[in-house]
């Protein structure tokens, strides 16, 4: 639900590396006008070391091995670039080819690239120099070629990933041809990892074009580059390092920029690339004058949850649930709805901070650090998507049992038992059956009811129910719903329904929360909801705007314009003000608090003063 | 009543040994709007993918104006896909888009700015849109950009694939009213799939239920939902939550 947090493009990785590189091209540029006499110049001083007016010695015919290894710079640069430069030309056009091609010259292109990629490329470039006779050109090609088949493999691989996404299948379908549709839709989007591999090209290129000139295949006297310095400063290592050390200390760092290029790179183009990591969600206790609730279940009060950089998700959400009472927490996505019942059980995901004033489950305080085998005996929790909530290796039995086993020391035996009549309960066919199975062996109703099954099998004395039924089909999402319910009409289980689905929140709870964007805006009793008796306009809105298969169908519905905030760009006023058709100055200045607007009922709008006092001064 | 513009005939789809749709008749005349609803695994999209050339159908025919759809009528059919975040080319501004969809040879923005102009005004969007990214836009407003970008070829058919079931409640009303009053505008023939019988309700003018690869129903929209016939229909209207409660006994608790 949550948005990934913006991917920063400009990391310290990134800009060391780039700085390098471009002093490194500078280098090339200038080195030559600025050493190239004393680079060549002869001299009697011979295999000198290193010393201020040599700080990398003297090589066997008196030049100067550092105004060498400067000069070398433009062309160990040149001849690098020039091989990454044939490699990805070579490469990204190759894997496109063999991309546009039909299903048959694809299938057999990629296996021919498979080939290729399984030799190594110094072999394969030792082949082609050996055929083409050494030089700085053959080697340039050589390296380029042999780095071809892993441009042309990673282009037809994130070729084949994007064409698989709807747009592209909707802009064939549209009639734009095969070319056009790479240049504008495919490569754009592929763009970053194959500027990854750019870099990591260079790299390689260079080590491997410094290869062979040591081997005496690439730069030909009398021009030179790192790969024939190093050679020829090796002869003295033993006596006179210096002129290889400094040679080879040019590719370390040239070598070391490219790397933490691609580095940064990868990094900022990686969704997945480590955030920073927080701390396992200790929840901060916060200080609050609310009044404390001790007749009710659950109790929630002033719950905030942040992200690291500081933008609130939630904020200040207060609520009770009572035992055996069902309610329903609805709102849209990025509400906060999932994020207020995750912080609740204690299952953030990382990176986020929930602080609360209470936080506390019949008598288990949640806030601090709370005993996470009784948190989880305690809540019971139900996913949306029943496929991903079980592991799909293990058979059902022992993940049903798990918690029991673990948490409450029950035998292999007991648990087994207690688990079939749990499943009976929740109305799975075959349950001795469904314990041996793996969950794909069950349909998407069925998974879901064994998860109501196993969320209640600690006998805990609520249940987290977030979309349960989002992901299932309606006559499906009926039966599920009315295993929930008979949980709770059986247990007495109190139930925290999240959707954002108005009709299913509405026939299945006692009571309803309202989010919208991170904060509390309206709570009531379900018949206030079913009534249309909402009070503040977002709920209003919600209710107007949702298609029903009784209400009036020859008008068009009322559309809520424009979009819920962002987290981070939310007003100081109310955030629906916006959107809000009754919204005055004083909405976008000033927060509205939640105040009391009927038995039960409590809302955060501006406009409900504004009522009481235009109904006063009628009076 | 007039000629049909789509009509599919007899249509059977197989997968491996599985019997996708079977024997599927359908009529759908110019203007219209017939909802197909089913569960997943219907074979729903599985007919939309067969109208448009997707799937290839093992026997039985399907007609676009009377004659056999080819690929060469491809564009005369477009599809408005699901997901709004997927079906939008994420490096290219909407305008892009749009003027792509009207010359898919050589579309560029400033040739065609009149006609992308039109397109976003016909879908309730401001002209400045055109020049934007479809990250800077909303579920519901990158919805109405991908009907604004089927429409953008003046096709004769129209089929919208579950558009409003990645959206949330506020914006689907925005999409849905959107597709109300262009049916209204310009006649448009749409194909409309969901499984969402309240979001049916609102848009169709006839419903067509499909169940396990059958057409079980397929009836006014005023007939469907007040005297459904099939005993499949009377299951999945009586499973629609209503905002009614769920079990008799829990009012009395």
């Known amino acids: 639900m949550t948005r990934p947090t913006p991917r920063r493009l400009w990391t310290p990785t990134l800009i060391a590396g780039l700085a390098g590189m471009a002093a490194l091209i500078v280098l090339a540029v200038v080195a030559p006008w600025i050493w190239g006499d004393r680079a060549d110049q002869l001299t009697q001083q011979v295999h000198r070391s290193a010393s201020g007016d040599h700080w990398f010695g003297t090589d066997a015919l008196g030049r100067d091995v550092f105004a060498r290894t400067m000069v070398a710079t433009r062309l160990t640069l040149v001849t690098s670039l020039g091989a990454t430069a044939v490699a990805a030309a070579g490469g990204i056009a190759l894997g496109a080819a063999i991309w546009v091609s039909g299903p048959r010259v694809r299938e057999l292109g990629q296996r021919l690239i498979d080939v290729l990629i399984s030799y190594p490329s110094v072999i394969f470039a030792l082949v082609v120099v050996a055929v083409l006779g050494p030089g700085p050109g053959t080697s340039v090609a050589a390296i380029g070629l042999a780095s071809c088949p892993a441009f042309a493999r990673l282009t037809t691989n994130l070729a084949a990933s994007i064409a698989g996404r709807d747009f592209v299948s909707t802009a064939r379908l549209l009639g734009v041809s095969p070319l056009r549709l790479l240049r504008r839709h495919i490569l754009p989007n592929i763009a970053e990892p194959l500027l990854v591999l750019v870099s990591v090209a260079f790299t390689v290129s260079l080590k491997a074009l410094s290869g062979l000139s040591f081997l005496g295949l690439g730069a030909q006297p009398p021009s030179y580059d790192w790969g024939r310095l190093l050679s020829t400063g090796l002869e003295g290592l033993y006596t006179n390092p210096a002129p290889a050390l400094g040679p080879a200390a040019a590719i370390v760092l040239a070598g070391l920029a490219g790397g933490l290029v691609g580095d940064g790179l990868a990094a900022a183009a990686n969704p997945a690339a480590p955030r920073p990591r927080g701390r396992r969600a200790k929840i901060e206790s916060v200080l609050t004058s609310r009044a404390p609730a001790p007749e009710a279940l659950v109790e929630v009060g002033g719950l905030s949850v942040r992200r690291a950089d500081g933008t609130r998700l939630v904020e200040d959400v207060s609520f009770q649930i009572r035992p055996g009472e069902i309610v329903g927490l609805v709102g849209e996505s990025g509400s906060g709805k999932s994020l207020t019942a995750m912080a609740l059980a204690r299952l953030l995901p990382e990176g986020l901070e929930p602080e609360a004033a209470t936080l506390r489950v019949d008598d288990l305080d949640l806030t601090g650090a709370a005993d996470r085998a009784r948190t989880a005996t305690e809540i019971g929790i139900v996913y949306q998507d029943p496929s991903a909530s079980f592991n799909p290796t293990l058979r059902l039995g022992g993940q049903l049992t798990e918690a029991l086993r673990v948490h409450q020391g029950v035998r292999r035996g007991e648990a087994n038992r207690r688990a079939i009549q749990r499943l009976k309960a929740a109305r799975v066919s075959l349950p001795e059956r469904r314990m041996r199975q793996h969950p794909h062996e069950l349909s998407g109703g069925m998974r879901q009811r064994a998860m109501i099954a196993s969320a209640l099998l600690t006998g805990p004395r609520l249940i987290i129910a977030d979309e349960p039924t989002t992901a299932l089909d309606v006559t499906v999402q009926a039966e599920v719903l009315r295993s929930l319910q008979a949980a709770n009409s059986g247990e007495g289980t109190a139930i925290l329904l999240i959707s954002h689905d108005v009709a299913v929140i509405s026939s299945m709870c006692d009571r309803v929360l309202v989010m919208y964007a991170g904060r509390l805006v309206e709570e009531l009793p379900v018949a206030d909801l079913r009534a249309g008796n909402a009070r503040h306009p977002y709920t209003r809105a919600l209710l107007a705007a949702t298609p029903t298969l009784h209400g009036p169908v020859d008008e068009p519905l009322p559309a809520i314009h424009g979009r819920p905030p962002q987290p981070a760009e939310r007003p100081s006023g109310c955030a629906f003000a916006p959107r809000c058709p009754l919204a005055r100055e004083q909405c976008r200045e000033e927060r509205p608090v939640l105040l009391k607007t009927g038995p039960g009922g409590a809302a955060a709008c501006h406009a409900l003063a504004w009522s009481a006092e235009t109904a006063g001064s009628t009076q | ?253």
């Open chain 2, 1 to 253: 009543m007039t000629e049909p513009i789509l009509s599919v005939q007899r249509l059977n789809v197989v997968f491996g040994r599985q019997h996708v749709l079977r024997d599927v008749s359908v009529d759908l005349p110019a203007g219209r709007t017939l909802g197909l609803v089913g569960e997943s695994g219907s074979g729903k999209s599985t007919l939309a993918k067969a109208v448009v050339g997707l799937v290839r159908p093992a026997s039985g025919r399907i007609l676009l104006d009377g004659h056999d759809v080819s690929p060469k009528a491809r564009r005369r059919v477009q599809m408005i896909p699901q997901d709004p975040y997927a079906s939008l080319n994420p490096r290219m501004t909407v305008g892009q888009a749009l003027a792509e969809a009207v010359d898919p040879r050589r579309g560029s923005v400033r040739e065609h700015r009149q006609r992308v102009g039109e397109l976003l005004g016909m879908v309730a969007l401001d002209a400045s849109a055109a020049d934007r990214y479809p990250s800077e836009f909303s579920g519901g407003q990158r919805q109405r950009v991908a009907i604004a970008r089927a429409l953008a070829v003046k096709p004769d058919l129209i089929i919208a694939d579950e558009v409003t079931s990645a959206l949330d409640t506020s914006v689907q009303a925005e999409v849905l009213n959107v597709l109300r009053s262009l049916r209204a505008e310009l006649s448009l023939t749409m194909l409309f799939i969901s499984h969402d019988l309240a979001v049916v309700r609102h848009v169709c003018d006839r419903v067509a239920v499909l169940y396990r690869g059958e057409i079980v129903e397929n009836t006014s929209r005023e007939r469907l939902f007040a005297r459904p016939e099939h005993d499949y229909t009377r299951l999945l209207l009586d499973s629609v939550p209503d905002g009614r409660p769920f079990v008799a006994d829990r009012t009395d608790r």
